[in-house]
């Protein structure tokens, strides 16, 4: 699949996990929130599974290891096993150990999925910048970390060591709301040297190329919660995707997104794997989805008519905001509209 600008979602006539052989699943808002699964998502993954779609589990923390990950998600009621994740630590582990030689020790800022991963990859995971790395990494440490992992990092990086991140994620959703991310720390490091990192995680093709080596996905559907990591990893990827309603974007940011950020398809939760989606046809001077039509009227605003299924309005309205934005970021007012879905 070639990038192109997307001006409408896809229909598909099979159930998404019919016609995809894997879907790569993001985590957080997709499957679980606050570490306690989403509704539906058992269920519809147990189905999905069922009827032979390969599930992997793609995550940009590098803090857990997959072994955690795995054991987490089969207590959700999930059956997973640790080949099933993929972190942003595996990712960026491989990626430094095709620069540095086999045993090379690597200063770690962050938590045990970095350290893992190293091991994995033959490297030698050290504490300090006097223990002679050959590389810095930085990945999501949790709330604990010391301020002085930041120290060591500057050290190393002052000197000449190349420095690598898991992802530049600035959030994380937490059971009590949004905490810095990956990102936010690296920006702590990046003001005190000046200096840029590598960066492995979603939406940077090493995550992708690390997932699809792992997997070994031949028709892969991306499904996510993010549109500036899920979506616009499985765009630069050149790969299908899946946005669910259940995590970070809702219906507004959806309409408002530039085309790297414009899925293929888009859902009200991992319910959506199951089914086909319809097709959004030209109608007039707007667009039909199911029971509903939109157009990109006067005045700049977006309007729908007609009744059922909100999620077809939404995608109905989708086609005429990004159709009227071109390459550009729709800025029409589709506020009343959406009001009328309860997007």
Known sequence: MSQRVRTRPEGCGQALSEAYDTALLDLDGVVYAGGNAIVHAVDSLGAARAGGMHLAYVTN???R???TVAAHLTALGIPTTASDVITSAQAVARLIAEQVPSGARVLVIGGEGLRVALRERGLVPVESADDDPAAVVQGFGGPELPWGRFNEACYAIAAGVPWFASNTDLTIPSARGIAPGNGAAVEVVRIATGAEPQIAGKPLP???RETILRTGAKRPLVVGDRLDTDIEGAFNGEVDSLLVLTGVTDGAQLLAAPPQH???YADVDLRGLLTGQPEI???GDGFRCGD??????????????GDGEPV???RALCAAAWTAA??????LDGGKALARLGL
């Open 262 to 264: 414009r899925p293929t």
């Open 292 to 305: 509903w039509t939109a157009t990109a009227g006067a005045m700049g605003r977006l309007e729908l008519d």
């Open 281 to 283: 046809a030209e109608a």
């Open 326 to 331: 071109g390459e550009g970021v729709c800025e």
């Open 65 to 67: 290891t997959p072994d």
């Open 61 to 63: 923390n590098a803090l």
């Open 312 to 314: 077809d309005g939404l």
């Open 206 to 208: 090493p995550m992708h």
